[in-house]
C-alpha cells in the first residue's frame, strides 16, 4: 500500500462499484459453501482463484506493480464484508499482503520488480513467518539464523503457527543474521524465502477455528537462498521492517474483528425475530433487547474506530495509537458478539447446522494476531502516555 502523497487516487464511485462486486460474490460464492468446507477443513481452492480474478491478491500493492493501491479503508471494507460471512478466508490474502507490503516498502527495486507483479497476480501467494515455536510476543528472542556463504545465506530452524505456510510458494521469513547482536533487534533480517530444497513444510495445525486455511510448522535445514533475497539488501533491517508494517496489520485484525461482530450481530438479529417463547418473538423481552442493544453498539464503535485508524493511514500520519485501539476494541467485540449471538441462539446456537458456532471459533483469533490484546493494551497506553506528556 502507498500511504500519504503517493496513494493512487481511488474515488467514491470506484469503493462502491467495487463493494458492490465484493458483495455479489459473498452472495454467489461464499455463502452457499462456508459451512461445508469450514466443518470438512477443506481449502477451497476455487475460492482462491475467484479472489485472483478480483485482483485480492494485489488489493494494496500499488498499480504500477499491477495492484489495485487500494486505499486502507477501501481494503478494510472489503474484509469486513468477507468475515461477517467467512473470516479465514481474510487470512489467505491478508497475510499474502503483509509479505508484498514488506517488499514494497522496503525492497530494493530489483526485488520490487521481480516479485511484486507476481503477487499481486496471485500466481506467487504466500505469507509472513515471524513466530517460532519459543518466540511469539517477544520476537526478538527468535533463534532461527542466516549464515553468510559467498553470495548466498544458509538459513536453520523452525516456525510454526505461519498461515499460507502449506499452499502458499513463499514467505517473508524473520531470521537472525547476528545472534549476539545487542540490541537483539540489530541482529535480525527478513528475507524472501522461496519454496524450494531444505524448505520443508511440517506439521498442520490442528485449530479450533479458522478452518479451511492452512496454519503449518515451517521447517529449514541448510536452506540456501541468494543473497539478493535479503529485503533492502542490508542486515539487520528486519525487526523494523516487520514491526513498521504492524499499522496496516493491525487494521486488517481490527476489519476481521468488525466482521465478526456483525455477522454474529445479524444471525442473532434474524434469530431474535423469529424465535417465539411465551407467545412472542424473543426479541420482545428486554433481555434479549439489551443484549442487541450492547451488540449492535459495539459493532459500530468497531467499525468507526477502525475506519478512523485507516483513514489516518490513507493520509500518510503516524496512526499506532488508532490502529492498536482498533484492533483492541474490535477483536474484543467480536469475541463479545459471538458469544452473545450463541446464548440468544439458545440451544440452536451450539448446533453446527447453524453459523453462529462459526464466529465463535474464529472470533479468539482476533484476539491473539497481531499483538495479543494484553501486549496490545501495553502499546495503547505506552502510545497515549508519550502523546500526552505532563506539561
Ligand atoms: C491461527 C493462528 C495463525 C497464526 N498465523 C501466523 C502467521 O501467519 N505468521 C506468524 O508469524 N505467526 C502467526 N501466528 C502466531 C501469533 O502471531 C502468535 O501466536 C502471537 O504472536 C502470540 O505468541 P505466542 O502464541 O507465542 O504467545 P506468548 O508470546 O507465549 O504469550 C502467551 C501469553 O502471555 C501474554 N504475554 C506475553 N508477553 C507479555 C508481556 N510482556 N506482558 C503481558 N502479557 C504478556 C500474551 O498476551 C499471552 O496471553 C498465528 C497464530 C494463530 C493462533
Known amino acids: 500500500m502507498s ?23 459473498i452472495d454467489r460464492e461464499l455463502k452457499p459453501i462456508v459451512k461445508e468446507y469450514d466443518h470438512a477443513d477443506r481449502y477451497p481452492a476455487h475460492v482462491v482463484q475467484q479472489m485472483r480474478e478480483l485482483g485480492l ?51 530494493t527495486p530489483a526485488q520490487k520488480t521481480r516479485w511484486l507483479p507476481k503477487l499481486a497476480s496471485g500466481e506467487i501467494r504466500g505469507g509472513l513467518a515471524l513466530t517460532e515455536p519459543d518466540a511469539g510476543t517477544d520476537l526478538q528472542d527468535i533463534r532461527m539464523s542466516a549464515r553468510r556463504d559467498g553470495d548466498h545465506y544458509v538459513i536453520d530452524g523452525t516456525k510454526t503457527w505461519i498461515t499460507n505456510g502449506a499452499e502458499g510458494a513463499c514467505v517473508a521469513l524473520l531470521v537472525k543474521t547476528d545472534p549476539s547482536a545487542q540490541p537483539r533487534h540489530k541482529g535480525m533480517s527478513l528475507f524472501i524465502a522461496p519454496k524450494q530444497a531444505g524448505f520443508t513444510v511440517g506439521k498442520k495445525l490442528d485449530k479450533l477455528g479458522y478452518k479451511a ?40 485484525v481490527a476489519a476481521r474483528g468488525v466482521g465478526i461482530a456483525d455477522g454474529a450481530l445479524a444471525l442473532a438479529t434474524g434469530y431474535a425475530q423469529q424465535r417465539k417463547t411465551f407467545g412472542k418473538p424473543i426479541c420482545e423481552h428486554q433481555a434479549i433487547q439489551l443484549k442487541l442493544a450492547e451488540m449492535a453498539t459495539r459493532a459500530r464503535a468497531a467499525r468507526l474506530l477502525t ?36 446464548r440468544i441462539h439458545g440451544a440452536y446456537g451450539y448446533s453446527k447446522e447453524y453459523d453462529v458456532e462459526r464466529f465463535y471459533r474464529d472470533a479468539p483469533l482476533t484476539v491473539i494476531g497481531e499483538g495479543t490484546n494484553e501486549i496490545q493494551r501495553v502499546i495503547i497506553a505506552k502510545q497515549w502516555l508519550k502523546r500526552n506528556p505532563i506539561a
Open 57 to 107: 491478491f494485489g488489493a494494496t500493492v500499488g498499480v504500477e506493480y499491477g495492484g489495485l493501491g487500494l486505499p486502507a479503508t477501501t481494503y478494510a471494507q472489503i474484509v469486513m464484508r468477507i468475515s461477517a460471512v467467512w473470516m479465514s478466508i481474510t487470512g489467505i490474502i491478508n497475510s499474502h499482503l503483509m509479505l508484498a507490503l514488506a517488499i514494497e516498502k522496503f525492497g
Open 3 to 25: 500511504a500519504g502523497d503517493s496513494m493512487p487516487r481511488f474515488d467514491a464511485a470506484d469503493e462502491a462499484a467495487l463493494l458492490e462486486a465484493i458483495d455479489r460474490w
Open 307 to 342: 475506519l478512523d485508524a485507516a483513514a489516518a493511514f490513507d493520509r500518510g500520519v503516524r496512526c499506532d495509537l488508532e490502529a492498536g485501539m482498533a484492533k483492541y476494541f474490535a477483536s474484543e467485540a467480536a469475541l463479545e458478539n459471538s458469544i452473545e449471538s450463541m
Open 213 to 252: 486455511i492452512d496454519t503449518v510448522e515451517l521447517v529449514f535445514e541448510r536452506y540456501r537462498v541468494p543473497a539478493d533475497h535479503l529485503i533492502g539488501g542490508a542486515e539487520g533491517q528486519g525487526f523494523y521492517q516487520v514491526t513498521s508494517g504492524l499499522e496496516l496489520g493491525r487494521i486488517n
